[in-house]
């Protein structure tokens, strides 16, 4: 993802999540050099991204994943989050986490197709009440 990216990206995330990313956590996201983002086109347009943060533990954790409910079901998320883990890898990752929503059944199923466990229930993690199940994904 480059800052050329970020008008589609912020469609997606709006199309995605009820409570999206403002432009500037992404802007923020891109001058970090922990952070790293990366989107999937098709024809040229933007249809998915994806971002992850090196934390200090070896572990990458990822922020954000998308794609265009257009462009769903056709194997893109997937392709995503397995180039993030081989970031993940090559940094010399030990872990792999994610917070998703207990109500996100399509992002649950999704991340038991990359043998994720839950760690923990977060209560209460987002800003409407409803509670996250921190995940691992194994490297
Ligand atoms: C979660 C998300 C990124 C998945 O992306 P995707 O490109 O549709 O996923 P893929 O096509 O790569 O799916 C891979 C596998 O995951 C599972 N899966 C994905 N979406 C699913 C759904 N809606 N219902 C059941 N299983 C699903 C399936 O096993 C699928 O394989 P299959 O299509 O061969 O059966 C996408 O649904 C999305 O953008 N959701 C909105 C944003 C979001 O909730 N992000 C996650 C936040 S934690």
């Given amino acids: 993802m480059t800052a050329a990216d970020l ?4 469609v997606l995330e709006a199309l995605g999540f009820s409570d999206p ?4 956590a992404f802007q923020e996201g891109l001058d970090d050099p ?4 990366l989107v999937v086109e098709q024809g040229g347009a933007v ?3 994806m971002g ?19 462009w769903r079901r056709r194997g893109l998320g997937r392709r995503l989050l ?23 059944t399509a992002a649950r199923n999704f991340y ?9 229930r977060l209560r209460r993690y987002y800003r409407d009440g ?7 994904l194994p490297l």
Avoid at 7 to 10: G, I, K, N, S, T
Avoid at 21 to 24: L, Q, T
Avoid at 130 to 136: F, H, I, K, N, Y
């Fill in 7 to 10: 008008d589609a990206v912020l």
């Fill in 21 to 24: 990313w403002p432009r500037e």
């Fill in 34 to 37: 922990a952070q790293h983002y």
């Fill in 47 to 49: 249809v998915g991204c």
């Fill in 52 to 70: 992850t943060i090196r934390l200090a533990d070896h572990r990458v954790h990822a922020l954000t994943i998308t794609i265009h409910p257009d």
């Fill in 82 to 104: 397995a180039a993030a883990l081989q970031q993940a890898r090559d940094w010399g990752a030990r872990s792999f986490t994610l917070e998703v929503r207990v109500g996100n």
């Fill in 112 to 120: 038991r197709t990359f043998d994720a466990v839950t760690l923990k």
């Fill in 130 to 136: 409803e509670d996250a199940l921190l995940l691992s």
